[in-house]
């Protein structure tokens, strides 16, 4: 099967725009070998506090599994357990150039502003590069937000492969198709996408949300004074993002909701989406209370340490060989 990697930081709580896109990963784990990682490495190129990251470690691993991940079927690792990562991404170091790196918007966007900025956000692309580079990843799922990052890796693979014969598999983008209720936009201002680090705390739902939170703030969320429900991006964002995540949490498609809720206002829209996304809200909460209480995430993420190690160890001790490194 071909294999797929994709990575999410254990920073702030997965919110319903995460959780969108972590369902497409339960959707591959059937016909590709699924390689997915709690990125901590990554995490570190802003100051975190480490109890709170381990936890945030820990919880996002079994919100991997509550959600539907089968550790049967993928493999799900904790990134700094393999050493692989930071090792390889110290020799792509020496195959990439600071004009590239510079180019990068992401480093831009979280630098602007500050006095200082660590070498780790700036090299953050080549840590992520030696992510995907280490096991002969066929296909990477990214947003636009990372788009930029999967050039460079596909940029330092061919170079390399140029250079010393083939070594890495040049990996593709696997990018969702933005149509009609794909789009998850923040609640306080639905021309923005959701973020975990938007520090209004209801501009987000996460998975672990309290009933009440989740109901105040669907119910606080902005629309506008027109009260048609219609879905219109352009001229009716707000509306259009509840219909959004309606959509994606009931199965019913958008112009079945519009039709359902025609002449009753937002207000009846707002009321029963509150009930939607708590419906699967329980759900994943249960399972995840399941899984951590059971401590069973600590034997998943252990077989799949054992996996990534090995598998990351191949491609590994083939570059040292193919750039001079002694190996025996």
């Given at each position: 099967m071909k294999r797929?990697?994709?990575?999410?930081?254990?920073?702030?709580?997965?919110?319903?725009?995460n959780y969108i896109t972590m369902k497409n990963f339960v959707r591959q784990q059937d016909d590709k070998d699924c390689i997915y990682c709690v990125v901590d490495l990554h995490s570190i190129t802003l100051p975190q506090d480490?109890?709170?990251?381990?936890?945030?470690?820990?919880?996002?691993?079994?919100?991997?599994?509550?959600?539907?991940?089968?550790?049967?079927k993928v493999t799900l690792f904790i990134?700094?357990?393999?050493?692989?990562?930071?090792?390889?991404?110290?020799?792509?170091?020496?195959?990439?150039?600071?004009?590239?790196?510079?180019?990068?918007t992401q480093f831009k966007d979280k630098s602007e502003g500050k006095k200082a900025v660590t070498t780790g956000l700036f090299t953050y692309p080549l840590l992520m590069a030696s992510d995907i580079l280490l096991y002969d990843t066929n296909y990477v799922p990214v947003g636009n937000d990372q788009k930029q990052h999967l050039e460079l890796t596909r940029d330092?693979?061919?170079r390399f492969n140029n250079r010393f014969g083939e070594t890495f598999v040049v990996p593709e983008p696997i990018i969702a198709k933005v149509e009609e209720g794909a789009r998850i936009m923040a609640f306080d201002d639905p021309t923005q996408k959701m973020s975990k680090s938007n520090p209004n705390e209801h501009s987000k739902i996460t998975l672990l949300?309290?009933?009440?939170?989740?109901?105040?703030?669907?119910?606080?969320?902005?629309?506008d004074s027109h009260s048609e429900v219609k879905y219109d991006f352009i001229n009716k964002p707000g509306v259009s993002n509840l219909l959004t995540i309606y959509s994606q949490?009931?199965?019913?498609?958008?112009?079945?909701?519009?039709?359902?809720?025609?002449?009753?206002?937002?207000?009846?829209?707002?009321?029963?989406?509150?009930?939607?996304?708590?419906?699967?809200?329980?759900?994943?909460?249960?399972?995840?209370?399941?899984?951590?209480?059971?401590?069973?995430?600590?034997?998943?993420?252990?077989?799949g340490r054992e996996r990534a190690n090995a598998l990351s160890t191949v491609v590994l001790d083939r570059v040292k060989k193919q750039v001079g490194f002694v190996t025996f």
């Open positions: 797929v990697f994709s990575g999410v930081q254990p920073t702030g709580q997965i919110h319903l725009g480490p109890e709170q990251l381990k936890k945030s470690t820990i919880e996002l691993a079994a919100l991997y599994l509550a959600i539907g991940l089968d550790p049967k990134q700094s357990q393999v050493s692989a990562h930071a090792e390889l991404a110290w020799i792509l170091n020496c195959f990439s150039y600071m004009g590239e790196l510079n180019r990068m330092i693979a061919i949300e309290s009933a009440a939170k989740v109901k105040k703030t669907i119910m606080k969320s902005t629309t949490f009931s199965g019913e498609s958008i112009p079945s909701i519009v039709s359902k809720y025609e002449g009753q206002g937002y207000g009846a829209l707002k009321k029963d989406l509150v009930g939607v996304v708590q419906s699967e809200l329980d759900k994943v909460q249960s399972d995840f209370q399941k899984i951590i209480t059971s401590g069973d995430v600590y034997d998943v993420l252990k077989q």
